[in-house]
C-alpha cells in the first residue's frame, strides 16, 4: 500500500519541466512541489544567481538565464533547453506588478508590463509548443491573476497584461487541443510572496497593513505561494487530461462576491 506522499511523488515522475520565473515566488514554490513530485526541472529567470542556487537544492533541476521580455533572450534559453531531447510541461510565471491609472501611468511603465506579463508568456509558449508539437502532447500552465478576472482600481496595465494572458491561454488551448497538448491558466489572489511580505514589514504600522491585504475577501487572509503550486501541478499532471482552456481562480474567494 502506498500512502498519500508516494503517490504524490509519482505524479511528475520523469517529466521534463520548464518554469519561468523560478528564481522566487509562486516560481520558486512550483520549482519545489514539482520537484517532489518528481519532474526534472529547466528553471528559468533573469535572475540567474537566484535559480543557481534553486538548482543546488532541487534533485534534477538546470539553471538557464533568461529575459522573457527578449524573443533573443527566450529562444538562446529553450535552444539549451532543447538539448534534453522532449518537453512534457510547463509553468509560465514570470511577471511584474505596478500601481496607476490610465492617466498615472506612462507609455514606458505600459510596454514593460505587457513586455513581460503577456509577450513574455507569448514568446515562451512559442518555444514550448514548438518542442510539444514533436511528441504531440504536453501540458502548459500559464499564471495570470484575479486581477485579470475583476478589474482592481489603480492598477490598469496590470490588469489588462493579466486579463490578456487568459485570452491567449483559452486560444492556445483551442488551437492545439487537437495536437495533444493542453493549456490552463491559474489566476491567483493576493499571494504572501518576499515582495508582499516587504511591502508589510516595511509599513508604519505592518499588523495594520497585513489586515487590509486580507480583509477585501471572504477568506479574510492572503495565498501562500505553495497553494498556487498545488493548482499548478493539478494541470500539469496527467490526473486532469480533460482540462484544457480552464480558468481556475485561487483567490480566497475574490472573484466569487
Known amino acids: 500500500m502506498t500512502n498519500a506522499g508516494e503517490k504524490n511523488v509519482k505524479k511528475l515522475k520523469g517529466k521534463y519541466t520548464v518554469i519561468t520565473g523560478a528564481g522566487s515566488g509562486i516560481g520558486q514554490a512550483a ?24 538548482e543546488k537544492e532541487l534533485g534534477f533541476a538546470r539553471a538557464y538565464e533568461a529575459d522573457v521580455s527578449s524573443e533573443e533572450s527566450v529562444r538562446r534559453a529553450f535552444g539549451q533547453i532543447r538539448e534534453w531531447g ?4 510547463a509553468v509560465n510565471c514570470a511577471g511584474i506588478f505596478a500601481e496607476g491609472s490610465v492617466l498615472d501611468t506612462d507609455f514606458i511603465r505600459w510596454k514593460t508590463l505587457m513586455d513581460i506579463n503577456l509577450d513574455g508568456i507569448f514568446l515562451c509558449m512559442k518555444c514550448e509548443l514548438e518542442s510539444m508539437k514533436e511528441t504531440g502532447k504536453g501540458s502548459i500552465v500559464n499564471i495570470a491573476s484575479e486581477a485579470g478576472l475583476a478589474a482592481i482600481a489603480g492598477q490598469v ?34 499571494i504572501r510572496t518576499p515582495l508582499v511580505e516587504h511591502i508589510i514589514q516595511t509599513a508604519a504600522n505592518p499588523q495594520a497593513e497585513l489586515e487590509k491585504l486580507s480583509c477585501d475577501r471572504p477568506a479574510m487572509r492572503m495565498g501562500t ?10 494541470f500539469a499532471a496527467d490526473d486532469m487530461a480533460y482540462a484544457t482552456g480552464a480558468v481556475l ?3 480566497g474567494g475574490y472573484t466569487a462576491q
Open 225 to 234: 505561494p505553495e497553494e498556487i503550486a498545488h493548482a499548478c501541478l493539478a
Open 31 to 54: 520549482a519545489r512541489l514539482f520537484a517532489r513530485a518528481g519532474a526534472r526541472l529547466a528553471l528559468v529567470d533573469r535572475d540567474y544567481e537566484s535559480v543557481c542556487k534553486l
Open 249 to 251: 481562480s485561487v483567490d
Open 86 to 89: 522532449r518537453l512534457d510541461t
Open 157 to 190: 496595465a496590470y490588469n489588462v497584461s493579466k486579463a490578456a494572458v487568459v485570452m491567449l491561454s483559452k486560444s492556445a488551448a483551442v488551437d492545439y487541443a487537437a495536437q495533444g497538448i493542453r493549456v490552463n491558466c491559474v489566476c491567483p489572489g493576493r
